[in-house]
């Protein structure tokens, strides 16, 4: 495929926090001494008492990563009240509800009354640093207040995504023991309710059989409909905070204290409880924040992930809260009550930073432009996307459409493991390639290893490590640390392993391939899905596309595509071999597809990414052994998709 360079836009802005010759700088500076570097940056939070000691990291042997570590600080405290004095009626938080007529504005005194509040709340009912709380919520300012609350009082949350059954809510609460829970009557997505209480009802009484019992259940009221109520256990929320001090004194924390566990997604297999600490998370979520978005004092910066996931918990809260910015959290979903409601958003609230997934712009793309150029969009000055590789395709349009050509689009790779960014451009500074997540952050060292280990130099394709840590980086599996050394530092020896396939071009430009399980091996030659995907969703009738490797006699790996029309068009035999052709044109003879059979939807994790592995099983013909499928969006894809498979 024809590569494309874009300059490094600047937007409508005289100036960006860095150029390129900035970026190299720093960034030889951040490589060749870590410790003087971090030690710097580190002081753009605030300790009660400074660290003397930076960095202390092995990735050998029994692993052990401390960042600050004889710092104490507060995330809460950084997140609030050291705004206080400069920024008390700046705005926190804009809420935009479910429902355009809600909406909301908390300022930062606001924030920090609600936060000590709950914090009281939380105290009353026992519950002590160290103690984990499971926050089971939908995306309302309550749920930002409970994870700040926790932070205030070293409680270390653990939050299940609202979309979640009750049954992988129990399996989250067993696996780190938590006997409080913070829900809401119900969530409300695209004019749905969500019955989480009632679903924490279910999830309590698995979670007991299972051996844990939840002692308290704090409720807030959202919409009001009916639940069942258990005195000895539940409390309501508004009851509850009123009942309580308007200041709670912040619990002093040292910074490899943990500050939160939040489950992986699932895509792979069994979710695993990543533990993050305090210091080295909030400097490393913070700095990402600001500089990889281009983030100056008073712009609006809407993050449209849920904060069950760790982009919520990096992006919505703690870097912009850290920040002092103002962040918006949206309640709903980005086709209700149409499919120009972000667009919408973006100019009712006069968003200047907007980041979201690129399985987001692949379903709005479909809707067509009206949707996006009936909104003037002129606020915007940075895009980002995260979550999966973004084809070519959704990002030009991303670029083009949504952001006039004058927005620079940050593709930021990163991980639940990873706590923030580290791969992606900075505005400004870096010439932008459409897929391509560019080139690492301050501080943070890929390097590309083959199957067996050697190091691979210069422009090639292989499997994405990190040499040294970065401040933001995972400390452990909870309760599980040979889990831990296993999954990321036992297949290649002393390396942190992401998972990921990865090609570095001549421009030392990284571009993932996607999933490592997921790259092809067809006739010797390697190449990622994702280059395959983005040829095939680059044809007119194709609006999405997966592609997974199956065995063949004489390739050794066949390529088989699971490909959703455009809404209104309809599969055939000439469709098939159109597709086939324009992959060819597109990539070459070598990627030609084996098989490709229309579906009518992918099999999603509740985050929207495509579960791959188990497109790989249905293409394997390996039905019996789905594995786990407990995170998946909507479980009846899956029969869909065996039931049409492709033999021929
Ligand atoms: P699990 O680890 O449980 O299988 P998961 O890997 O999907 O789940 P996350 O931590 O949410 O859980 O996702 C991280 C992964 O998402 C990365 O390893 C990568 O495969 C993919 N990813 C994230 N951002 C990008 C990006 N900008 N470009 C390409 N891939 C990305
Ligand atoms: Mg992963």
Redesign the pocket.
């Known amino acids: 495929m024809k590569e494309k360079i874009y300059v490094a836009s600047r937007a409508n802005r005289n100036r960006t926090l860095v150029d390129n010759e900035t970026y190299l700088r720093w960034y030889a500076e951040s490589i060749a001494d870590p410790v003087k570097f971090w030690a710097e940056h580190g002081k753009r939070i605030d300790w009660f008492r400074p660290y003397t000691k930076v960095k202390n990291t092995s990735f050998d042997g029994k692993v052990s990563i401390k960042w600050f570590e004889d710092g104490i600080t507060n995330v809460s405290t950084n997140c609030i009240d050291r705004h206080l004095e400069k920024r008390g009626d700046q705005v926190a938080i804009i809420w935009e509800g479910d429902n355009p007529c809600n909406d909301k504005k908390i300022t930062y005194r606001e924030l920090y009354e609600h936060v000590c509040r709950l914090a009281n709340v939380l105290k009353a009912n026992g519950v002590k640093k160290g103690d984990r709380v499971t926050i089971y919520m939908p995306m309302i300012p309550e749920a930002s207040y409970a994870m700040l609350a926790c932070a205030r009082i070293g409680a270390v949350h653990s939050i299940v995504f609202g979309g979640f059954s009750p049954d992988a809510l129990a399996g989250r609460i067993i696996d780190c023991e938590s006997t409080f829970v913070i829900t809401a009557d119900e969530g409300l997505r695209g004019g749905k309710p969500i019955p989480l209480k009632a679903n924490t009802d279910q999830a309590i009484e698995i979670a007991k059989r299972g051996g844990v019992e939840v002692k308290s259940v704090v409720v807030v009221r959202r919409t009001g409909g009916k639940i069942s109520w258990f005195a000895e256990r539940d409390i309501w929320y508004s009851q509850a905070v009123a009942a309580v001090k308007a200041d709670c004194p912040p619990a002093k924390m040292k910074a490899e204290d943990p500050l939160f566990i939040l ?10 409880g ?1 533990l993050h600490t305090t210091g080295g998370y909030l400097v490393y979520a913070s700095m990402t924040h600001q500089y990889v978005f281009d983030y100056h004092d008073g712009d609006i910066y809407w993050c449209t992930a849920d904060v069950g ?3 919520g918990h990096s992006y919505i809260v703690y870097g912009p809260l850290a920040n002092g910015a103002t962040t918006l959290m949206f309640e709903g979903v980005p086709t209700y009550p149409d499919a120009g409601r972000l667009w919408d958003v973006v100019d009712k609230h006069k968003v200047n930073i907007f980041y979201t997934a ?1 399985t987001a712009i692949r379903a709005l793309m479909g809707h067509g432009d009206e949707f996006v150029t009936r909104a003037s969009r002129k606020s915007l000055r940075t895009l980002g ?6 084809n070519p395709e959704a990002w030009e349009w991303y670029y083009h459409i949504v952001g006039d050509g004058r927005c620079p689009i940050v ?8 706590g923030g960014i580290l ?2 451009p900075l505005p400004g500074a870096t010439a932008l390639k459409p897929g391509s ?1 560019t080139r690492p952050f301050f501080g943070v060292q890929p390097q590309l290893v083959d199957n067996e280990g050697n190091v691979i130099e210069g422009a090639a394709d292989g499997n994405l490590c990190i040499t040294d840590s970065w401040p933001g980086q995972m400390r452990t599996v909870y309760g599980d640390h040979e889990r831990f050394i296993q999954t990321y530092f036992a297949t290649y020896k002393g390396k942190y392993f ?3 396939g990865c090609r570095r071009d001549e421009d030392g430009y990284y571009w ?1 391939t ?2 490592v399980d997921d790259v092809l091996n067809v006739s010797g030659h390697r190449m990622g899905t ?1 280059e395959v995907e983005s040829a095939l969703v680059s044809h007119d009738l194709v609006a999405e596309a997966a592609v997974v490797g199956y065995p063949h006699d004489i390739k050794g790996q066949g390529i088989y595509c699971y490909v959703t029309l455009m809404a209104g068009e309809a599969g055939s035999d000439a469709l098939r071999k159109e597709l086939v052709t324009h992959v060819r044109k597109e990539i070459g003879a070598i990627a030609a597809p084996d098989k490709i059979q229309f579906a009518p939807g992918l099999p999603k ?1 509740r ?1 929207g ?1 495509i579960m791959r592995r188990i497109l790989r099983k249905i293409a394997e013909d390996d039905f019996g052994a789905l594995g786990d499928t407990s ?1 998946l969006a909507d479980p009846a894809v899956v029969d869909d998709l065996i039931a049409n498979r492709q033999n021929g």
Request: charged fraction near 20%; charge should be neutral; proline fraction near 7%.
């Open positions: 489950y992986t997604s699932g895509s792979t297999g069994k979710p695993k990543v996931w760790v982009t690129p996307s995260v979550g999966e590789p973004i593709d930021t790779w990163w991980q639940t493991e990873t791969i992606t997540a992401t998972g990921d993932i996607g999933r994702a994790t985050s990414k995170t």
